[in-house]
């Protein structure tokens, strides 16, 4: 029998010695730690989870472009509702998870191929800067999408008494979210971008992907909202020396339910917001305010592109560089760099210029050979234009309410919102430096880490 | 490493029990045999000369002796004991009488050893060959409902269209927060079945067991946390001369139910839309810019042609009138849908060849009339399964087993209802026509607008109408899957009682869905025309011209291996040991694969490339990429166990049991491997009737009390990495690359689940087995629950999971069996009831918003502490408003109408009424027989419960045609809310009191019913002619229906929508 007792433990010793390496298979293949670049590449192209609809657009709820009917009015969450008629509310489930969850949730998988990438194999360093650089300029992207919700407009005077955003940047959930102050938060996302500008490659394959150009247009973004124009005119124009074609609307089919098509050529980074209903307009209910369609010239082939009838004199968007029903895109375009840098040399005193940049792109928008060229002979004040021609053209954009709030700091362009109830006769009116052109912090988030609310 | 002592013990077990040297002694050899049979009786235990041996496999022995007679004594369970002095020189054989009252005596088999009931403290529940062929069903576990005690079947997800039964078994509760680890452990032959459980066919099973609690189940470790089902199939009583046996079945399985689904009739319909047409409610869609997307329906249409001058008030009238009178749901289920009929067969040889015993089976089943008339449906399924067992030496034998099983099903595009339109709506109006005056087929309205279809194309495009009947031929859906299912037992009988024995078992199969549209198929017709252009009068397609073929393949290796040592010692004449102990190792392995062909020729078997990666303008606007179906993916679990478990048993009174295991995974990481403790459980159990005082009361023929106590695991849902741990997906849908989410930020803490569960049980048999039964209380305790941490929202990740999740259970379960009468008329009564209640204890998780959980709690986990895991809440309900007929809800106590922020309100301020799962659950079954004729009723109950009954939602008929019956019961005037309380139609409808109105108290019923489940009458013709043969014939009907429910509503609250169709199947059995 002792020898059956010996094959038997020949057997077990045999499988002990096999027994470790025998469970560290993983148990489903798409399921597995990052182990290349491609694996973190793979991340960052996870559009569901960054570009589509994972940025806050609390802020554009406030905006004085667009109003809604009664009927798409009631329809809408307690929050939704309260926010459209300016009014401080508190967020519900679903709104706290769009406009604070989601976008820290962009940040930490940028935190996550930060902390990543120096334990992953791969020789290739221009793929390893650009992974770098991506995660590095969705960082400060998604900052800056914060920012202009939830802090108030960057005032060198008073920045750094001023509340900042949590800078999270560590995957470490032990570590305690304080706010930083205003300077802090800026100082980051500059530094971010500067980084991410160097580290990109000047023209990425997909526009999902930021590259140089977008990380110059968002540095130009970022200054234009700072204040510091010679650095935005700086940016601007690196990034329109690697991308400086517009669409020409002329070519567009207007027959089409969404002209503009996605991933046109003036797309330089491709993200939208999705968190607020109650502009997204696909069901109707949603129309673009009267005066600003009537301000569009006849010849002003945007007329048609951005709007759609909806009788009654009412008109709808459609104008949505998703190339769908998505209204709101907050993504970086060619037209806004060029409009950025249109201001700036306004701002600086280089009137030529300005009129030069405004023309080029009016020229692709207006019918052919029907737009008179705007110059010093026939217009009052350049810098009056560029920002009407600035509201015209970035239209669900994703830029009015921060030029909304960098331009109340001026007293010539400080403006007074208002809005009726839908169905009622109250007028809300939103004056310039209100707080409540600072949202609050979702409670719960106050009441887990102590941070400090905004007033 | 722990499992090193393991192989310590077991070595020092092993030497410390080998056998003793025995001298030099003249040896008595005999033979033992069962007296009525004549067939060799296999471990009888003889005692004599201070020795105790036991027969082998051929019932063969040999003694020493120390004199030339001595006295033996013979004993084997179920058989009475003998003395019987013998002469060394006799030629020794010994006829041995079955012992009556052990004829009922239960043998379980655990999956590692079989032992008797009577030796165990565990709690079992065991259904026996001659209960499940009383039965008719499809598949084993089919037929165990209603028969095995306290298993629990939740229908809710039963599929009238597809006749799905969807089951989920469950046994003492759920033990788990992740719904999909929450179902029990089934073993096939000793081995976790991987499986198709429908490829066993049902007439290969002997037997079924259930462990309850966790003596029974904790052999079973980590994965027997919801209980563990063994199915033990079919060994034959081999014999020498060739046995045949056979059964075939009819089966008739009537056409679905479609009248019993509540549903707004069409005339009432019609009433609705004219009251929307009226409300102007049609005006944006029909003048809107997405016009061309959106269905009218031939009432609507008709009303606006009507007012634009296009037709007469009269035809109108008539199109109004007509359409009152049609429902083509009766069209539907008279003249296409049709009974379907099965034929199920079976066949097994088998001969006992001395050295080799062998036994050969075959199943065929076959659909000869699918449910729609005319169009070729075909399912068959066929088995073939080779037993062999070779008794290589007297010690050494190698048992196999081989089955192949192949299930080949190909279907046309099956007419279902409701026909689903597209085009916004997401049901068919009810007033559809399917067949013009002669019987020929019609277009009916599909995705877009008829005039829109008729004029885009400008004649270029491919015809873009739908004609459901046509259609159906066009497309052919087919189902292949095939498992070779092997299985190797090597034995060595190291002496009497000593065994080791080495097992491999393997299921190889693989299975391919798919679906062959073919060109003229609608589905190709309208992706084509979609992704079509058309310049300056010129077409331009995307997708290649040609039919489409989509395939899904997926395949599963499974290797599994188990060494063990078994021992069955007397060690005294009043002490008994028995005791196994080794180690599993398992591997299994599962593939996918999927694709999606274009340009498909099935004749030429031809295809044409397409271009995945580029988007293409659309023919109805935006911009699409070809669909690719292609993915692939890999999934690979091992598992690696050591067991052991032993029972000790002192003068047939006193009973031990203690058993031990260990399981290491690959899904969660080394790390919790080494952390994670042995799973134990311990048992006592104490044989009453064998005490001498009890001799005197001859009533009690057995009465048994059992305490156990122990741990089982369960697996729960979720990962452990120290590192960020991604998922790949296919593409994204606006670039078409790869892409990878984080499915778990880094998480090292996870360990399994721990169930445990105390038990106490007794087990009794009075007036000689008249009345039997047993009764058990059980306590349960389950912690390390995995569950959702919810983190603070800046840091990003929302949860990160835990074991912190905790549940508390009570509950019993009794089953007794009364032979209320005995000789030619037979009544026997079975009963059991299953009680269990348990609520949460411990959850930190992401709390729902309120509405999610007066919506999904019943029928998904949704954890909430003091309350069951499925539970049933509602919003208060004040009635009807006696004005406008709308419903009235409660906002700070006082009715309101603020829908939306009723709806809002915390969770506490909802109704809780109780479990979504019965609290209670059994079966009455009745058996009568007449000498060889015999009816068996089976009738199961469940109770305790509620549900939420479904109801008119204004919103879903305005807008997607979704009716209900409850329409006509509906507030219309004042004064009707003091009889009703269906909401009036209001115009517009309001989202927010629609959900209001369809979660509220008004719709929640108690969910009691008493079913009559099966009837079945059989008759077996078995005379002096035919030896022991018998030919035996059986009538059954299944899901007969209810017989009795507590809620005043015309709904089933066991099933989704509406119960199976009856069921009737006619079989013959022979044996010869």
Redesign the interface.
């Known amino acids: 029998m002792n020898r059956y007792i010996a094959i038997f433990l020949l057997f077990t010793v045999f499988f002990l010695s096999s027994c470790e390496k025998f469970l560290f298979e993983r148990h489903t293949s798409s399921i597995t730690n990052p182990k290349s670049l491609q694996d973190l590449q793979a991340m960052l192209d996870a559009g569901n989870a960054i570009n589509y609809g994972k940025f806050a657009d609390l802020h554009e709820v406030l905006n004085d472009d667009f109003f809604v009917s009664e009927t798409w009015f009631n329809q809408q969450t307690e929050f939704d509702k309260s926010s459209y008629l300016r009014l401080k509310s508190n967020f519900d489930l679903t709104s706290e998870r769009a406009q604070w969850r989601d976008p820290y949730r962009v940040i930490a998988i940028a935190n996550t191929i930060l902390e990543e990438i120096p334990k992953v194999s791969g020789e290739d360093i221009v793929f390893r800067n650009s992974i770098k650089g991506s995660a590095l300029f969705l960082r400060a992207f998604t900052f800056l999408n914060l920012a202009s919700i939830y802090c108030k407009t960057y005032d060198p005077k008073s920045a750094k008494l001023d509340l900042g955003l949590p800078l999270r940047l560590s995957t470490d959930n032990t570590i305690q979210s304080v706010r930083s102050n205003l300077e802090e938060t800026y100082q980051r996302i500059e530094k971010d971008l500067i980084e991410a500008f160097q580290l990109l490659p000047i023209k990425s394959t997909v526009q999902t992907r930021p590259d140089k150009s977008s990380a110059a247009a968002l540095l130009s973004r970022l200054y234009l909202m700072m204040g510091r124009y010679e650095d935005c005119l700086d940016f601007s124009n690196k990034s329109l020396e690697i991308s400086s074609e517009l669409l020409d609307f002329n070519l567009l089919n207007a027959y089409l339910d969404y002209p503009i098509p996605i991933m046109n050529i003036e797309t330089l980074f491709l993200a939208y917001p999705d968190g607020s209903f109650i502009i997204f307009n696909a069901r109707g209910g949603v129309y673009i305010d009267n005066d600003l369609v009537e301000s569009y010239h006849e010849d002003d082939l945007r007329k048609t592109i951005f709007f759609k009838s909806e009788g009654l004199g009412l008109h709808s968007f459609r104008g949505s560089f998703m190339g769908n029903y998505l209204s709101y895109f907050n993504g970086l375009t060619v037209s806004e760099v060029l409009l950025n840098r249109a201001e700036c040399y306004a701002r600086l005193g280089n009137v030529q210029s300005a009129f030069m940049d405004l023309n080029r792109l009016l020229s692709f928008r207006y019918k052919t050979g029907e737009l008179i060229p705007f110059s010093q002979t026939n217009t009052l004040d350049v810098l009056d234009l560029i920002l009407i021609e600035r509201r015209k053209e970035l239209l669900n954009r994703g830029t009015r309410w921060t030029d909304l709030k960098r331009l109340n700091l001026d007293p010539k362009y400080a403006k007074i919102l208002r809005r009726k109830k839908p169905g009622g006769s109250e007028i809300f009116e939103l004056h310039p430096n209100d707080s409540r052109y600072v949202f609050q912090i979702p409670q719960s988030v106050i009441e887990m880490t102590g941070m400090k609310q905004n007033p | 490493?722990k499992?090193?002592n393991y192989?310590f013990y077991f070595?020092i077990l092993?030497t410390f029990y080998?056998?003793f040297a025995i001298g030099q002694q003249k040896l008595l050899q005999g033979f033992v045999y069962d007296i009525t049979t004549g067939l060799p009786l296999k471990d009888v235990k003889i005692q004599g000369n201070n020795q105790i041996v036991s027969t082998d496999i051929k019932g063969s022995f040999k003694i020493p002796m120390t004199q030339d007679t001595i006295t033996l004594f013979f004993s084997s369970v179920g058989y009475l004991s003998k003395n019987q002095k013998v002469n060394v020189f006799d030629e020794i054989r010994i006829g041995l009488t079955q012992d009556n009252i052990y004829l009922d005596e239960v043998v379980i088999n655990t999956g590692y050893q079989k032992i008797s009931k009577e030796r165990s403290a565990g709690s079992f529940v065991h259904v026996n060959q001659k209960q499940l062929e009383s039965i008719s069903g499809n598949t084993i576990i089919e037929k165990l409902d209603g028969i095995l005690p306290g298993l629990y079947f939740d229908k809710r997800n039963y599929d009238y269209l597809t006749n799905d039964d969807n089951s989920i078994l469950r046994v003492r509760g759920i033990n788990t927060f992740s719904s999909s680890t929450a179902n029990p452990l089934i073993i096939v032959d000793n081995f976790p079945f991987e499986g198709d459980l429908s490829t066993i066919h049902p007439e290969e099973v002997e037997s079924v067991t259930m462990l309850r609690d966790a003596t029974a189940a904790s052999i079973w470790g980590a994965r027997a946390g919801n209980g563990v089902i063994v199915i033990t199939l079919k060994k034959n009583n081999l014999s020498a001369k060739p046995q045949i046996n056979f059964s075939s079945t009819i089966q008739v399985t009537e056409k679905p139910y479609l009248m019993r689904i509540p549903e707004i009739s069409s005339s009432e319909f019609v009433d609705v839309e004219l009251y929307l047409f009226e409300k102007g409610h049609y005006n944006?869609a029909i003048?809107?810019?997405?016009a061309f997307r959106t269905i009218f329906s031939p009432v609507v249409q008709a009303l606006y042609d009507e007012r634009n001058g296009r037709i007469s008030t009269v035809e109108l009238n008539q199109i109004i009138s007509k359409s009152r009178n049609v429902e083509y749901k009766e069209d539907l289920y008279n003249r296409i849908y049709q009974n379907r009929i099965q034929n199920i067969n079976h066949i097994n040889l088998n001969q006992n060849f001395g050295k080799h015993e062998i036994s050969v089976s075959g199943g065929f089943n076959d659909l000869i009339k699918g449910g729609t008339k005319n169009f070729n449906s075909k399912n068959q399924a066929f088995s073939v399964s080779l037993r062999h067992k070779y008794n290589i030496t007297n010690k050494l034998s190698l048992q196999s087993y081989f089955r192949y099983s192949i299930n080949n099903e190909a279907t046309p595009d099956l007419l279902y209802y409701p026909i689903n339109p597209g085009g916004t709506r997401s049901r068919m109006y009810p007033y559809l026509e399917l067949f013009d005056d002669y019987g020929k087929p019609l277009v009916v309205p599909k995705d877009y607008n008829q005039a829109y279809k008729d004029t885009i194309g400008l004649g270029l495009l491919y015809d873009w109408s739908f004609n459901p009947i046509r259609d159906s031929e066009t497309s052919k859906h087919f189902t292949k899957s095939n498992l070779f299912h092997p299985n190797l037992i090597l034995n060595?009988n190291?002496?009497s009682g000593w065994d080791?024995e080495?097992t491999y078992t393997g299921e190889i199969g693989a299975s391919g869905i798919g679906s062959n549209y073919n060109i003229e198929s609608y589905y190709v017709r309208d992706l084509l025309n979609r992704y079509s252009q058309i310049n300056n009068g010129k077409l331009i397609r995307a997708i290649p011209e040609g039919g489409i073929l989509t395939r899904n393949n997926t395949s599963i290796t499974a290797n599994k291996l188990r060494?063990l040592?078994r021992i069955n010692e007397e060690i005294s004449p009043k002490i008994k040991l028995s005791g196994v102990l080794g180690?599993d190792?398992s591997?299994v392995n599962s593939?996918r694969s999927s694709s999606t062909i274009y340009g498909y020729d099935s004749y030429l078997m031809q295809s044409k490339p397409v271009d995945h990666i580029s988007?293409f303008p659309l023919l109805i606007?935006?911009?699409g990429t070809i669909p690719n179906g292609q993915s692939?993916?890999?999934?690979?679990?091992?598992l690696?166990s050591f067991f052991g478990n032993a029972a000790f048993e002192y003068n047939n009174k006193y009973i031990i049991n203690l058993s031990s295991r260990r399981d290491?995974?690959?899904?969660f990481g080394?790390k919790s491997?080494e952390l994670w403790n042995p799973l134990w459980s311990a048992g006592v159990a104490w044989n009453i009737h064998n005490e001498n005082f009890l001799n005197e009361i001859s009533a009690i023929s057995f009465l048994k009390l059992r305490i156990s106590q122990g741990h089982s695991g369960n697996l729960g849902g979720g990962?452990t990495?120290d590192?960020?741990?991604?998922?790949?997906?296919t593409s994204?849908?606006?670039?078409g690359?790869?892409?990878?989410?984080?499915?778990s930020?880094?998480n090292t803490s996870l360990k399994w689940e721990n169930v445990e569960m105390s038990n106490i049980g007794l087990d009794i048999s009075l007036f000689s087995n008249r009345i039997s039964g047993s009764l058990d209380y059980y306590k349960k305790s389950v912690s390390d629950l995995i569950s959702d941490e919810e983190?603070?929202?800046?840091?990003?990740?929302?949860n990160?999971k835990m074991n912190i999740g905790r549940l508390e259970g009570r509950g019993f379960d009794a089953n007794f069996n009364f032979q209320i009468f005995q000789g030619f008329f037979k009544w026997n009564l079975g009963t059991s009831m299953s009680f269990v209640k348990d609520w949460v204890t411990h959850y930190k998780g992401t709390q729902?918003?309120t509405t999610i959980y007066a919506s999904n709690a019943e029928r998904s986990i949704y954890p909430v502490v003091g309350r069951p895991l499925m539970s049933v809440y509602s919003y208060k309900f004040g009635g009807l408003d006696g004005q406008t007929g709308e419903p009235l809800g409660f906002k700070n106590g006082e009715l309101s109408k603020d829908y939306?922020?009723i709806l809002?309100d915390s969770l506490h301020n909802l109704n809780y009424h109780g479990s979504a799962t019965p609290l209670y659950h059994g079966f009455i079954n009745n058996q009568f027989s007449y000498k060889s004729l015999s009816l068996f009723v089976n009738m199961t109950y469940r109770g305790g419960h509620y549900f939420t009954a479904n109801s008119i939602n204004y919103l879903n008929l305005y807008n997607s045609w979704t009716g209900h019956s409850d329409f006509s019961k509906r507030w219309q005037k004042p004064g009707d809310e003091k009889t009703t309380n269906v909401p009036s139609m209001i115009y517009?409808a309001?989202?927010s009191k629609e959900n209001f109105y369809a979660y509220s108290e008004a719709n929640v019923h108690k969910a009691d019913v008493l079913r009559l489940q099966r009837v079945a009458l059989s008759y077996r013709f078995q005379s002096k002619f035919l030896n022991k043969h018998y030919v035996e014939v059986g009538l059954h009907i299944n899901n007969i229906g209810l017989l009795w429910k507590a809620a005043n509503v015309d709904t089933d609250p066991d099933y989704n929508i509406i119960p199976p169709s009856k069921n009737y199947s006619a079989n013959i059995r022979f044996n010869f």
């Open positions: 490493m499992i090193y192989i070595i092993l080998s056998p944006n003048n809107g810019s997405s060595y190291l002496k080791m080495v060494v040592g180690w190792l591997d593939t988007r606007g935006g911009t692939f993916g890999r999934s690979t679990r091992r690696v290491a995974s690959n899904v080394a491997n990962t990495s590192r960020v741990v991604i998922s790949y997906a994204d849908s606006y670039t690359l790869p892409f990878a989410t984080v499915s930020p880094p983190l603070e929202g800046t840091i990003g990740f929302t990160i729902a918003a939306a922020n809002r517009p309001n989202t």
